[in-house]
């Protein structure tokens, strides 16, 4: 995957991979109203050849699953922000624990974020998605989603340009 796809400093563990740089990527410009953009056509072709529009349907999959079953809105930072915020860094820990078959981790995370009578079909789409990766040799970092280096600031500022997706809410997570 190419590096350029990147937005986070150098040893943002949850980041390496270019499928979760792609992954976070693409669910801020999703969060920004955004769908399937030339941009993230050409990410997912170049990240998943031959399987770009499937990976990118079961990515998308996931987050309405999210939208369905979760216990709140996601907090999700603007595309090129340099930080991952807790939740993006959670999403990759759900995919990462599917990845490792760590059964206990994977149901830990999920609760986090979801109800759990709506938990299965996230947990459904969560595996697909986690296999889809492994399939093309993109392998997600475990990593702790206490430390994902986003600020803790109060509310965050609201976006001036369109409309939010109601089921994400972007964090602004600029200098200062």
Same mark, same amino acid.
């Given at each position: 995957?190419?590096?350029?796809?990147?937005?986070?400093?150098?040893?943002?563990? @949850?980041?390496?991979?270019?499928?979760?740089?792609?992954?976070?990527?693409?669910?801020?410009?999703?969060?920004?109203?955004?769908?399937?953009?030339?941009? /993230?056509?050409?990410?997912?072709?170049?990240?998943?050849?031959?399987?770009?529009?499937?990976?990118?349907?079961?990515?998308?999959?996931?987050?309405?699953?999210? $939208?369905?079953?979760?216990?709140?809105?996601?907090?999700?930072?603007?595309?090129?922000?340099?930080?991952?915020?807790?939740?993006?860094?959670?999403?990759?820990? /759900?995919?990462? =624990?599917?990845? $490792?078959?760590?059964?206990?981790?994977?149901?830990?995370?999920?609760?986090?974020?979801?109800?759990?009578?709506?938990?299965?079909?996230?947990?459904?789409? $969560?595996?697909?998605? =986690?296999?889809?990766?492994?399939?093309?040799?993109?392998?997600?970092?475990?990593?702790?989603?206490?430390?994902?280096?986003?600020?803790? @600031?109060?509310?965050?500022?609201?976006?001036?340009?369109?409309?939010?997706?109601?089921?994400?809410?972007?964090?602004?997570?600029?200098?200062?």
């Amino acid at each position: 995957m190419r590096d350029d796809l990147g937005e986070w400093r150098a040893g943002d563990d @949850s980041a390496e991979c270019g499928g979760g740089r792609l992954l976070v990527s693409t669910l801020r410009r999703t969060a920004l109203g955004h769908g399937c953009t030339h941009l /993230i056509r050409r990410d997912f072709a170049v990240a998943f050849p031959g399987d770009a529009n499937e990976v990118f349907a079961t990515f998308r999959a996931f987050l309405q699953a999210l $939208a369905h079953a979760g216990r709140r809105k996601l907090r999700v930072a603007y595309p090129g922000a340099p930080a991952l915020t807790p939740d993006e860094t959670l999403l990759l820990a /759900i995919v990462a =624990a599917a990845q $490792a078959g760590d059964e206990a981790l994977f149901e830990a995370h999920l609760c986090w974020l979801t109800l759990p009578e709506a938990r299965h079909a996230v947990a459904i789409t $969560a595996r697909a998605l =986690a296999a889809a990766l492994v399939a093309h040799g993109q392998w997600l970092r475990m990593s702790d989603p206490r430390h994902s280096g986003a600020p803790h @600031s109060g509310e965050p500022e609201t976006h001036e340009h369109g409309p939010i997706k109601t089921w994400l809410k972007p964090v602004f997570m600029g200098p200062g």
